[in-house]
């Protein structure tokens, strides 16, 4: 059976101090975990996260990429700078950089070409808005948002992961129930089977106010195969409950 993944996502959260005291937390209680975890940091902290982690059971992810390799773009960071700091994967096309910096599906889909090209495992984030829930758009709008990734990924796709994040359940405290989650999570399998014939080993994670109290049955659903965790993964305790509800 493949492994499940949660992935810790800090967003724009943390300090040195801070940072080691969660990272010694984390190392101190997870032991060797039935599933992979990683943890998605602010890029300037990976150096330090990077030594801390060194040889631990916990991988190292940045919260973005450049769809660039090298050259005159001003703050952006290329996937070959990440892998010198260790980094395994990379959140693409998060819904707060779709909506604050204007990310579009073809800029998700060439980050996400760029950073299979430098050997990092895009995070591929999709989801739809409350408006888009309520006006039943839902699967439209992830299909699209998928549908953009896979044509110009073709038959690399089956190296991604993909994260379903309904932007209304994030931060929000308002988790999509296990079933809302499954439910759109088998419509993203059967677009991944029809672009590939290894569809199954894409890991399709969830995220949204997953918790300590609300992970385990989500993580029980057949196609939820981990979790992209927010505020949960800034707490060691809580994110710990999370790795072990991912058996
Ligand atoms: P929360 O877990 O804080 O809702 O955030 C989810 C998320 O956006 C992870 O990428």
């Keep these: 059976m493949k492994k499940k993944l949660i992935a810790g996502n800090w967003k724009m959260n943390g300090s040195l101090d801070a940072n080691e005291a ?7 209680g997870v032991g060797q975990p039935a599933c992979q975890v ?11 996260c990077q030594a801390l982690l060194a040889g631990s ?29 260790g ?8 819904s707060e950089r779709r909506q604050y910096h204007g990310e579009t599906d073809g800029m998700v889909a060439t980050k996400v070409q760029r950073a299979l090209g430098s050997g990092i495992t895009p995070i591929v984030c999709v989801g739809e808005s409350l408006a888009e829930r309520e006006a039943g758009k839902t699967e439209e709008v992830v299909k699209r948002q998928l549908a953009a990734v ?8 089956s190296e991604i992961v993909v994260a379903y994040e309904p ?8 988790s999509a129930t296990a079933e809302q989650a499954q439910q759109v999570h088998a419509v993203l399998r059967a677009q991944l089977k029809a672009a590939t014939s290894n569809a199954d080993r894409i890991k399709l994670l969830y995220g949204g106010s997953m918790n300590a109290g609300n992970a385990a049955s989500l993580l029980a659903m057949q196609d939820i195969d981990g979790g992209l965790v927010g505020g949960a993964a800034l707490k060691a305790q809580d994110f710990l409950t999370i790795i072990a509800a991912a058996v």
């Design 22 to 28: 969660l990272l010694k937390g984390l190392l101190s």
């Design 38 to 48: 990683a943890v998605c940091v602010p890029s300037v902290y990976l150096g330090q």
């Design 57 to 85: 059971v916990i991988d190292l992810g940045a919260q973005d990429v450049s769809s660039h390799e090298v050259g005159a773009y001003t703050g952006e960071i290329s996937p070959s700078m990440l892998k010198e700091f």
């Design 87 to 94: 980094v395994r994967y990379a959140i693409v096309g998060h």
């Design 150 to 157: 896979i044509h110009v990924n073709g038959h690399c796709i």
């Design 167 to 174: 932007v209304w359940a994030i931060g929000t405290g308002l």
